[in-house]
């Protein structure tokens, strides 16, 4: 193992004394080789931390889009229930409790972007027209 060691500084060594002995003009060219591989790094790490922090606040922003919509489709489903309740002694064909449930199900798994967003208002409207027919009905 003593020798395997003194073999590998012995060829450190002459790398060394390679290094030593190039000519200035290599030396020059080695340092600006490796001084634009560093520049190069440096932008590439600061291009992908500017990405990274946009990223980040970006998610934050569709996290809280997203809190916030929940929120409102619970809401939604709350006055849908209190409304079917109230309903309940008049009429026969109100939703279940069941049905608003998985109406609200739905809403969440749509909420995963902004398009879908826009399909839950319209399916909200469309159920609350749903709605207000059954009232003028009963």
């Avoid at 932008?43 to 500017?50: I, L, P």
């Avoid at 946009?54 to 939604?76: F, G, I, P, Y």
């Avoid at 489903?77 to 009429?91: P, V």
């Amino acid at each position: 193992e003593v020798q395997k060691l003194n073999q590998q500084l012995e060829e450190k060594n002459g790398e060394i004394q390679q290094m030593i002995n190039q000519p200035p003009y290599e030396k020059e060219r080695e340092i600006l080789r490796l001084q634009k591989t560093l520049a190069e790094r440096e932008k590439a790490q600061a291009t992908s931390d500017v990405l990274c922090r946009s990223l980040t606040d970006e998610t934050h922003q569709l996290q809280r889009k997203l809190a916030s919509t929940a929120e409102m489709c619970q809401h939604l489903a709350k006055c849908l229930e209190e409304k079917q309740r109230k309903e309940k002694g008049n009429s026969d064909d109100q939703i279940p409790t069941e049905r608003s449930n998985q109406v609200f199900l739905q809403l969440l798994c749509l909420l995963d972007n902004e398009t879908s967003l826009q399909a839950v208002i319209c399916n909200l409207r469309e159920e609350n027209r749903m709605l207000k027919q059954k009232v003028a009905h009963v």
